[in-house]
């Protein structure tokens, strides 16, 4: 497992060295002489907030130092971070039915299958375009990049960096449609930061690279929308 240092992004071969169960000394880096990597020692909530304020050392610590893209573990976390992030994906989409004055319990049979029909088109083909353009747009962008990038890392750093998509849930009590469009640009800022943490590149290209495919993504689903108005 490569790991890296949390301040200045260098190799390292080991974090921290254990002489009993409980006493462990974090090692420091070679390069900034600083401890590589302070949150070993910390509580979950304490990475967690500092995740939330988009602290670029939270970033490395968990796609660096936590995450392992050589364990076999691996391919099952991407498969449930996908699974994870259409699923809340699916919650926006029915919150933003929900919210429009003919969705209850009088609606017919046909049109109720009509809206699932549309919520299903919103989250195949917004993240199909999605992922498509965030693709693209890294084959553009990064084409000079020094080594070669690997896809898998960057599409689980998309997916596990959008945790912002879990505060949809607090809909369920406080219905305001305003906080999607501001957990949108959280998730857009989110994406952003761990491109730049995984890629170690200028944070102008992780900028575009990620507000592109969230642009096309949000043209696709109002697509959709227009057909739908346009078809009722």
Avoid at 25 to 47: H, Q, S, T
Avoid at 107 to 118: E, P, V, Y
């Amino acid at each position: 497992m490569e790991y890296r240092c949390v301040e200045c992004g260098g190799r390292m071969t080991t974090l921290f060295v254990q002489y009993s169960p409980g006493n462990i000394r974090l090692m420091k880096c070679g390069n900034c002489k600083a401890v590589a990597d302070e949150y070993i020692e910390c509580e979950p909530i304490i990475i967690l907030i500092d995740l939330i304020l988009h602290k670029t050392k939270a970033y490395t610590h968990l796609l660096y130092n936590v995450i392992d893209p050589q364990a076999p573990s691996f391919q099952g976390l991407l498969w449930k971070s996908t699974f994870g992030f259409l699923l809340l994906d699916a919650y926006r989409s029915l919150f933003l039915e929900r919210s429009k004055e003919e969705w209850g319990l009088s609606m017919s049979f046909a049109s109720l299958l009509w809206r699932f029909q549309k919520m299903l088109m919103d989250i195949v083909f917004g993240n199909i375009m999605f992922l498509s353009t965030f693709l693209l747009a890294m084959r553009i962008l990064f084409s000079t990049f020094p080594r070669p990038l690997r896809y898998k890392e960057l599409l689980l750093a998309i997916f596990i960096s959008s945790y912002f998509k879990m505060f949809l849930i607090a809909m369920m009590v406080w219905e305001c449609p305003s906080v999607i469009l501001i957990v949108d640009l959280f998730v857009l800022s989110s994406n952003t930061v761990a491109l730049k943490v995984i890629t170690r590149s200028a944070m102008s290209r992780c900028i575009a690279a990620c507000f592109s495919a969230h642009v096309v993504k949000f043209l696709v689903t109002q697509r959709c929308w227009s057909w739908e108005l346009f078809r009722s």
